[in-house]
């Protein structure tokens, strides 16, 4: 599967699901081309909705799949190839989440979580459960977990970016000067398990102290040089750390 954020106001997580099954050879191949080919030219798309009670559904993006009105998308486009040229419009039939700028996305591989950088929406003007702040300049990332038949997932906010002197209704994750932040953008794990955050920081009231800059966080567990797994206590806010300042 191969997870992908739309950035822009108001649009859509992606998720598509290859007819091929994942063989490990190919990730040594130096014909990357061809291994993309093999991966990406065939299979499903589906557009994530995030559920107000913390679950969410992969709604595909087929041409048999019933929009809002309970009419299938063939109604409406006239081919698969048109939906794929007009995702985000069939995406709004669907009824998919709206949601603050998706960018990065990055996969626990320890865990299997899927981790999501919301970056920011200063044009948000009514919140929803996965983007519950209006005028959102300071951002959040988003984690999700697959069911087993990986049509459904449960979904729970991670991390929101905040100033550390923003009120309670801002600040949500309690950061503070030594970790305070605002529009997560890059996102990755190293193969420990700690997940690295690069800031894309427009928003004045945490760029005056910190410009752009990369912080770490252990979000589930750490593997050490042996193999072996040291679950992290404590929440996942007092475990952020910032490392560098750009």
Known sequence: AFYSGHDARGEYVYKFVSAAVWDPVDANRTDRLAVGDKYLNQGTLYVARFDEDGTGVWLPLTLASLDQDGKPLSDSFGSLAEIILNTAGAADKLGATPMDRPEWGAVDPLTGSVYMTMTNNTARREANPANPR???KFGHIIRWDESDDHKTFTWDIFLFGAPAEGGEEINLSGLTDLNQFA??????????????????????EVAQDTNDQMLAVIPSALTD??????????????????????
């Open 134 to 136: 209006v005028n959102n």
């Open 225 to 246: 040089a042996n193999g072996n797994q040291q679950v992290i206590s404590g929440t996942n806010q007092t475990e952020l750390r910032r490392f560098l300042v750009g």
């Open 183 to 204: 529009s997560p953008d890059g996102l990755i794990f190293d193969k420990r398990g700690i997940l690295w955050v690069q800031t894309d920081n427009g928003a004045s």
